[in-house]
């Protein structure tokens, strides 16, 4: 997980210090705009998540009890922000009104079996593939995103990500193996995609 | 790929994280790998999606900043344009 090198004094925050206030805002705005970003897939969307997670953590400080860490306690407010912003200004985009661990683990089966891998990293990671990397987290479920970006972006460990989004670690594993396999299977047919173009050239 | 082979390939699919992020026991490792070694199918799924996680952990290595324009609208909005100069 991100660790900021200022150390943050909760006491000041509590007590309303404005120059404190702004430490904790240049300490964490950088992954909490990242996990935004990445969760709503547009700036502007992204710096309103932003805002109204730092006005949020402001205006309940004091119900911050130390359990977990300061930027676990951001995260969850940012998670909640960027859930109910997609909520509000995408509703065609929600799909998890069906409980996702009933979901049948058939739809999870991989389809796509092509070895890239063998592919020189400058292919893996040029522009255009950064784009379908991006675009591949964008069509995650919402569900499964936020457990992706938290896990494997954001670097946080399995209990931390259960602890920010209120779910039990069991729900937290299945959403993020989900996740990973409908990442794999869209990155394998771009991939395979490159893969046969080189094959031929 | 015989009746035996599948259910195997389906048991893999359900440790599949936990072995990709070295949570499970020696055991159920070696288990694994003994499968995939004689299976290409599952070879495959373990080593691209192993690939797939690689790849987004490399992207997020890349420091996370917030663009200069959207700190100082975000600090004005929050009344703190004191402390704009850091």
């Given at each position: 997980m991100y660790e900021s090198k200022a150390v943050i004094s909760i006491e000041a925050l509590r007590l309303g210090d404005r120059r404190e206030f702004a430490r904790l805002v240049d300490a964490y705005s950088g992954p909490l705009y990242r996990l935004a970003l990445k969760m709503l897939g547009n700036a502007s969307d992204a710096e309103d998540a932003l805002q109204n997670t730092f006005i949020k953590a402001f205006q309940h400080v004091d119900k911050f009890e130390g359990r977990s860490s300061l930027l676990t306690w951001l995260y969850r407010i940012a998670s909640n922000e960027a859930l109910m912003l997609l909520r509000k200004r995408?509703?065609?985009?929600?799909?998890?009104?069906?409980?996702?661990?009933?979901?049948?683990?058939?739809?999870?089966?991989?389809?796509q079996i092509t070895d890239?891998?063998?592919?020189p990293e400058e292919e893996l990671l040029s522009a255009e593939a950064r784009t379908i990397l991006d675009r591949a987290v964008e069509h995650l479920p919402e569900t499964l995103r936020i457990v992706f970006i938290l896990r494997?972006?954001?670097?946080?460990?399995i209990q931390e990500t259960s602890q920010v989004l209120g779910l039990s670690e069991t729900a937290v594993k299945t959403r993020l193996l989900r996740a990973r396999l409908r990442l794999r299977e869209e990155l394998s047919s771009y991939y395979g995609k490159r893969l046969n173009k080189r094959s031929k050239e | 790929m015989s009746a035996n082979d599948q259910f195997q390939c389906k048991s893999l699919l359900v440790f599949l994280s936990d072995f990709v992020d070295g949570n499970l026991s020696e055991e159920l490792c070696q288990e694994i790998e003994c499968h995939a070694a004689g299976c290409e199918h599952c070879r495959i799924v373990v080593d691209t999606l192993r690939k797939t996680i690689s790849l987004y952990h490399e992207c997020a290595d890349e420091p996370a900043e917030i663009p200069g324009e959207i700190r100082s609208q975000l600090f004005k909005t929050l009344n703190l344009e004191d402390y704009l100069e850091k």
């Amino acid at each position: 997980m991100y660790e900021s090198k200022a150390v943050i004094s909760i006491e000041a925050l509590r007590l309303g210090d404005r120059r404190e206030f702004a430490r904790l805002v240049d300490a964490y705005s950088g992954p909490l705009y990242r996990l935004a970003l990445k969760m709503l897939g547009n700036a502007s969307d992204a710096e309103d998540a932003l805002q109204n997670t730092f006005i949020k953590a402001f205006q309940h400080v004091d119900k911050f009890e130390g359990r977990s860490s300061l930027l676990t306690w951001l995260y969850r407010i940012a998670s909640n922000e960027a859930l109910m912003l997609l909520r509000k200004r995408h509703p065609e985009t929600i799909f998890s009104d069906i409980p996702l661990e009933d979901e049948d683990d058939k739809n999870y089966d991989p389809v796509q079996i092509t070895d890239w891998c063998c592919l020189p990293e400058e292919e893996l990671l040029s522009a255009e593939a950064r784009t379908i990397l991006d675009r591949a987290v964008e069509h995650l479920p919402e569900t499964l995103r936020i457990v992706f970006i938290l896990r494997d972006i954001e670097d946080l460990s399995i209990q931390e990500t259960s602890q920010v989004l209120g779910l039990s670690e069991t729900a937290v594993k299945t959403r993020l193996l989900r996740a990973r396999l409908r990442l794999r299977e869209e990155l394998s047919s771009y991939y395979g995609k490159r893969l046969n173009k080189r094959s031929k050239e | 790929m015989s009746a035996n082979d599948q259910f195997q390939c389906k048991s893999l699919l359900v440790f599949l994280s936990d072995f990709v992020d070295g949570n499970l026991s020696e055991e159920l490792c070696q288990e694994i790998e003994c499968h995939a070694a004689g299976c290409e199918h599952c070879r495959i799924v373990v080593d691209t999606l192993r690939k797939t996680i690689s790849l987004y952990h490399e992207c997020a290595d890349e420091p996370a900043e917030i663009p200069g324009e959207i700190r100082s609208q975000l600090f004005k909005t929050l009344n703190l344009e004191d402390y704009l100069e850091k």
